[in-house]
């Protein structure tokens, strides 16, 4: 019985491991084909639609890469893929309530269209989505600019 709970346990790491690493790996592949030499913000952002945010087991459509060029936002999940755009001057940017023990904000777009993004990295026993908060104020200071 032990020995089954301790490889199990063993598993459960290496997957929480893999998938970390996985994202990384996304991330940094998404970062090195934005060759803007305006970027002056980017992170690995979980995205969610307002269909999928606070539903059921998997809270986000996506992971990928949050970055900001000038007045612009753009969050980009693949390397081949045309990246949603977001035109601070247009959008509004606000903090939403934790949900999931994790931060959030959203953009919502002229036509009412809401986006939720949250940065959260895997710990040892608790998830950490401060850089969420480094995001949103970054993103506001660009938008009262």
């Known amino acids: ?4 709970a301790i490889i199990g346990a063993i598993i459960g790491v290496l997957v929480v491991v893999f998938t970390f690493f996985a994202k990384e790996q996304r ?3 998404v970062l090195r ?3 803007d030499p305006g970027l002056e913000y980017s992170a690995m952002y979980h995205h969610a ?3 999928r945010y606070k539903k059921g087991f ?3 459509d996506s992971y990928g890469a949050l970055y900001l060029i000038g007045k612009n936002v753009y969050y980009k999940k693949s390397e081949t893929e045309t990246p949603l755009q ?3 001057n247009e959008c509004t940017v606000q903090a939403e309530p934790d949900w999931r023990l994790l931060k959030w904000f959203s ?3 002229p036509g009412g269209e809401k986006h939720y993004f949250n940065s959260s990295k ?3 026993l608790k998830n950490n989505s401060d850089e969420t908060l480094v995001g949103l104020k970054k993103l506001q200071d660009k938008k009262a600019s």
């Open 86 to 88: 977001f035109n601070l």
């Open 58 to 60: 998997k809270y986000f």
């Open 122 to 124: 895997m710990g040892a």
């Open 33 to 35: 084909t934005i060759t």
């Open 49 to 51: 639609s307002a269909n």
């Open 27 to 29: 991330f940094n592949k």
């Open 107 to 109: 953009i919502t777009t």
């Open 1 to 4: 019985m032990l020995t089954g």
